[in-house]
């Protein structure tokens, strides 16, 4: 039962401000309204006994990405982009797809024959980090180093791009 | 005890929000930020999935996952600030350098 209340809890918490995100006028609220869901996420992780994950969450994406994009919407905010119109001309084509789009997943996950095995409840390994890291420096050797050879790469890209002179 | 189906539906209520926001919004910023929206609904999939099977390798490819987002949003943003210094637009229907 009380999982169950935290469960619909960070779950309204996530839903209603990415709501929110998508339709405020200012994109500073558009960008606390993204960190709230975001942390909402970090709290189902919690749930969901993904201890790393959740750290992960928060210090990666609450700490890291969205400074970086709150840092960006301060050097490049206009007073004038709150008075114009904030959705484009396609917007009701578009989101009525986005929501068929939304529609038939749902109906394949409801509907769907053998969409969701119940296999006997699984007990997580107490070492969460432990057991990811074992798994990410034995078994995910080669994708780290990739993985990190990619963000070498974004670091470049993103300093070039933002030079003042290319 | 929730059921995974719970979580497969915060998950894809998240990926169609964010996916209204890509679809519909002109600000550059905020058609960025509904991405992230996007990749975060998908590791909620992946998680849920990996505590479903008792499986760490889901958890593995969420933190890929992030690497990924944190990778996409740096150039991204890099490429709004050129994109910006040139044009002194953020809407996204205005960019059309390479249009026709």
Known sequence: MFSQAVFYFFAALAVTSAILMVTRRNIIHGAVFLITTLLATAGIFLQLDAEFLFVVQIILYVGGIMVLFVFVIMLVNLDVSMRLVQFNHQRFVAGALALVLGAQVFLALKVGPGVMPHPAQQIMSPKNTEAVGDALFTHYMLPFEIASILLLVAMIGAVVMAKRRV | ?100
């Open chain 2, 1 to 100: 005890m929730i059921s995974p189906e719970h979580y497969l539906m915060l998950s894809l209520a998240l990926f169609t929000i964010g996916v209204i926001g890509v679809l519909t919004r002109r600000n550059v910023i905020i058609i960025l930020m509904s991405i992230e929206l996007i990749l975060n609904a998908v590791n909620i999939n992946l998680v849920a999935f990996s505590r479903l099977y008792g499986d760490v390798n889901g958890q593995v490819f969420a933190i890929f996952i992030i690497t990924d987002a944190a990778a996409e949003a740096a150039v991204g943003l890099g490429i709004i600030l050129a994109f910006f210094r040139n044009r002194e637009t953020l809407l996204a229907d205005e960019m059309d350098l390479l249009k026709w």
